[in-house]
């Protein structure tokens, strides 16, 4: 179909990249703007599973995302005194491919960003909305450097506390701290870790490869009254919180030694149960569905949106019904993963039932193995 339009993308992130990616390899026009002028991302590992290999894929990039991550096929599961209570195979989507990789969050942000570059984007830095004026024909937009443009339709990927979704569904529902907190920080790779592994426990823990060397470690900490901690012995305080976990966790925290290379990070979560768009204004990602770490799926559900955000926005020639038509297409799949993710934060730290991260892990395993 001829449906081309031109598009604002705001937030520059792993899914308003994806998304600038999906729209213009069909055709569309893409202007990105990211309020960030240093453009920067955490510098730990992030996971991407099967689906997101399969994504990747159909985003025309698995090679360059390949080739900058690392690959494993297998969760390993342990109890809280390190013993090894289950191994679960991840499907493999795409033949001939891992079915899941860890890779350094600035290396995924260069090969999207450089392919969204290559493709025909714009990408501006340092620069906000200040108004969105929709007169249900196209969309003005007024930006923070005294900028303005129009465009045929706007989509937010500016985050879990999205100013765009702030400005056309204000009384949607916002994210809302947990109780739980995570630490993340990169670290030599064990030798023999040929999978991802987590460890059970009050205090979670997560080993991720991202490449022959390295691998990043994620911990999970109770923490009541969202408190704020001082980046000045943050290292010291995550050695600290893993005092309680098994033996060989123990072992690695004496590595943890840099301030300033712990990322620590409040956990909050939103699902916003009514509409994703208001007239042709859209939204994705953490914009809509904000999980919890726990099954590794936060950006995999962003990129995924994109994905369907494209294929609906040519396969109808007006602009609403293909935001609604996406939203339906997303929901379900994306409230699986928020609820789920949050059953196992809550079990941990003691406000739900315990879940079995193995059986959680299958299960999830299932459900992002079909069709989106």
Known sequence: ??????????????????????????????ALIERDPDWSVYGVGIIQQANVIRAME?????DAFLDAACGFDAVE????????????????????KPANVGIARPALQNVLGDTARALGATIRLGVTVTSLDDDGAGVTAVFSDGASGRFDLVIGADGAFSQTRSMILPLAESPQFTGQSVWRYNLPRTPGLDAMQVYNGPTGVGLVPISNEAMYIFVTTSEPGNPRYPVEGLAGTMRAKMAGCSPAIQAMAGAITEDAEVVYRPLEATLVSGPWHKGRIGLLGDAVHATTPHLGQGAGMAIEDAIVLAEELDRRADVEPALQAYRDRRFERCRYIVESSLAICYGQIGKGLPVDNGRATAEMFAMISQPI
């Open 1 to 30: 179909m001829s449906n081309k339009r031109s598009v604002l993308i705001i937030g520059a992130g792993i899914g308003g990249l994806a998304a600038a990616i999906a729209l213009r390899r069909r055709g569309h026009a893409v």
């Open 58 to 62: 159909h985003l025309g990039v698995l």
């Open 77 to 96: 599961i342990f109890a809280p005194d390190g013993t090894k209570v289950a191994r679960v195979p991840s499907p493999k989507l795409v033949e001939g």
